[in-house]
């Protein structure tokens, strides 16, 4: 346990001072025991049961008054609280490559099982909004607390040819900071960026404010989950995308669908091998003050998805405990004097 005014702990000495004053009047009472039998007689009468009552409130004041004395230094400690973190965007892969069934029943069905059940498990009033990647990056739903929403909108992913992950981090920071004047076609992208409804693209840029970037992670009201199988082979450069999450403060957790060697998949008349691109996936996460999962089955991904929900509703932070600690001394003392009263009618 750590404490924010340690040079206060030097206040405790004052309770060894206290067990030598109660030990010194527990000797001073038995020597006037000795000079009268009678009272020396009724104690022995009284058995052991009224000996550990005797001592049982001054231990319970002793107590109350060390923890008093542990908040007076505002001590700080280690505990899960709920998540600060209102808002988790979905970026989950459609390409061609999600077709491979080296996840049964295949990448993609896999994915969407896994993702409907992390949805679920979210409590109520955490917003969700899905991006779907391939190609290009679109919103597939709004940040939004609907379930029902969300799942329809995970159930109508189509299949398309190509790989934009960079893209798929870019329009969820867009959808995170609308009012940032994020634009894939300046950073290279030159797919298309669907993010807000048409009858809002004529509307005048708001005016750019000046960027500050912030400590990496250090954004506690949103999280990026990005789902993919595949290789980048169009678009933004991820490193560059997580570069401006990280600049951001918002974490980019990935989660790598698939088997290392990858699986041969054919359509159309095409073939291919398919590859899982873990050194990305990984730089990706660091960069942001995030996590990287594998998910080589189905069963792999929905254990990723369960444990991302733990982490993401759930934190661990250090907090000062003061007002905790400083009730419980309180707690003790009440207890002490309550005993002492009912049992001795007077308090201590």
């Known amino acids: ?42 104690r022995q009468a009284l058995g052991s049961r009224a000996q550990w009552r005797r001592h049982l409130p001054p231990l319970l004041f002793l107590l109350g008054l060390a923890a008093l004395l542990l908040a007076a230094a505002r001590p700080l400690a280690v505990l899960k609280l709920p998540s600060e973190q ?25 994915a969407q099982n896994a993702a409907k059940a992390f949805i679920k498990e979210l409590p109520r009033h955490v917003r969700v909004g899905v991006v779907a990647f391939a190609g290009t990056a679109q919103l597939a739903q709004l940040p939004t607390q609907s379930h029902d929403d969300l799942l329809k909108a995970i159930d109508s992913f189509q299949l398309q040819r190509g790989t ?8 969820a920071l867009a959808t995170l ?23 809002q693209v004529t509307r005048p840029e708001p005016e750019q404010k000046t960027f500050t970037p912030v400590a990496p992670g250090s ?62 996936l990984k730089a990706v996460a660091l960069r942001t003050n995030a996590e990287y999962f594998h998910a080589a089955t189905a069963q792999d991904l929905r254990k990723v998805y369960e444990t991302l929900s733990s982490r993401i509703s759930v934190e661990t932070k250090e907090t000062e405990v003061t007002a905790l600690m400083a009730l419980a001394g309180a707690a003790l003392m009440l ?6 009263v009912w049992w001795f009618g007077r308090v201590l």
């Open 335 to 340: 207890l002490a004097g309550a005993l002492s």
């Open 219 to 280: 954004y506690r009201s949103a999280a990026i989950i990005m789902l993919t199988d595949g290789q980048r082979t169009t678009g933004v450069d991820p490193m560059e995308a997580a570069q401006w999450a990280a600049d951001r403060g918002v974490r980019v957790y990935t989660v790598g669908v698939g088997t290392v060697q990858g699986e041969v998949i054919g359509f159309e008349g095409w073939s291919m091998r398919v590859r899982l691109d873990e050194d990305t």
């Open 86 to 110: 209102q808002t988790i965007i979905l970026a989950m892969d459609v390409s061609g490559s999600m077709r491979a069934t080296d996840v049964e029943p295949d990448r993609l069905t896999a």
């Open 164 to 171: 934009a992950t960079g893209n798929g981090i870019m329009v």
């Open 177 to 199: 900071f609308p009012d940032a004047g994020i634009d894939i076609a300046a950073l290279g992208g030159r797919q298309a960026m669907r993010v807000l409804p048409m009858d």
């Open 1 to 42: 346990m750590v404490f924010l005014w340690p040079s206060l702990l030097w206040l405790l000495l004052i309770l060894p001072l206290l067990v030598l004053l109660y030990l010194w009047l527990l000797r001073r009472r038995k020597v006037q025991a000795l000079a009268y039998p009678g009272l020396a007689l009724v």
